[in-house]
């Protein structure tokens, strides 16, 4: 049967051919469980027309969204999966303010899902595809430590000028350093100059992808800070 949730958004980020939107259920007590609404499409992005609201606006972090879903579809680790009814708009409900977000931060007391593999400008951002069998969720809002943004044409020695942000962080004792798929951010750190750029005071949500070529890689999804709160992106 069809059913509707709200969610506070803390992800919305870019996907091939779409977003990959996640946060957490709205419930009369608070928040509850994390979702991940998805499409009936194979790679299960949301597209612009699917996560629209009716006056034609796309959702933001921080917006409380009520959505139409038909199904849930959890995938291996992926068990947030909610597949959405995109016969409907989404319809904003509100927006949080940041006092609203530091009593949904998590404690990831180990490593996060699985550390030791690495991609070539990565450090502890994947995970092999052998191992996925081993979580049930994969999403997190984190408080990290010492995050900094990092700008970057990281394949330049090999021809391809692409520039690309990343995030590095500590997290109970561990280091990461992730890709950022954080759409406005993204925008907003490429436009400096190559670099390394110190955040305070910020909360990420990461997000375990899909697999590619072997692994799933966790990503740097969402990035909220107290001054993003204030300003629609």
Known sequence: ???????????????????????????????????????????????????????????????????????AVPDRHQQENHQIDDKHYWKRCGIASWADIPGLVEDVSGELWLNGSSSTYGENDRVQEANLDRFTRSLYLVEPDDLALIVAEEGAQFGDPRRRVRAAFR??????????????I????????????????????????????????????????????????
């Not at 870019?14 to 939107?21: A, D, E, L, Q």
């Not at 991940?36 to 921080?62: F, I, K, N």
């Not at 997290?171 to 406005?184: E, K, M, R």
Request: proline share 5%; with cysteine; glycine share 10%.
């Open 171 to 184: 997290l109970s004792g561990h280091s990461y350093t992730l890709g950022v798929t954080d759409l406005p």
């Open 186 to 233: 993204e925008q907003e750190y490429l436009a400096k100059p190559n670099g390394r750029y110190r955040i305070k005071g910020a909360l990420v949500c990461v997000s375990l992808g899909e697999v590619f070529h072997g692994y799933a890689y966790k990503l740097a999804a969402g990035i909220i800070t107290p001054q993003r709160t204030g300003r629609r992106q």
């Open 1 to 71: 049967m069809p059913y509707t949730k709200t969610i506070l958004c803390l992800a919305n980020s870019r996907k091939p051919g779409g977003h990959c939107v996640a946060g957490r259920e709205v419930v009369q007590q608070g928040f509850d469980a994390w979702v991940r609404p998805v499409s009936s499409r194979a790679t299960r992005e949301v597209s612009d027309d699917d996560e629209r609201y009716r006056d034609g606006s796309l959702p933001h972090l921080l917006d409380l969204i009520e959505i139409d879903f038909e199904i």
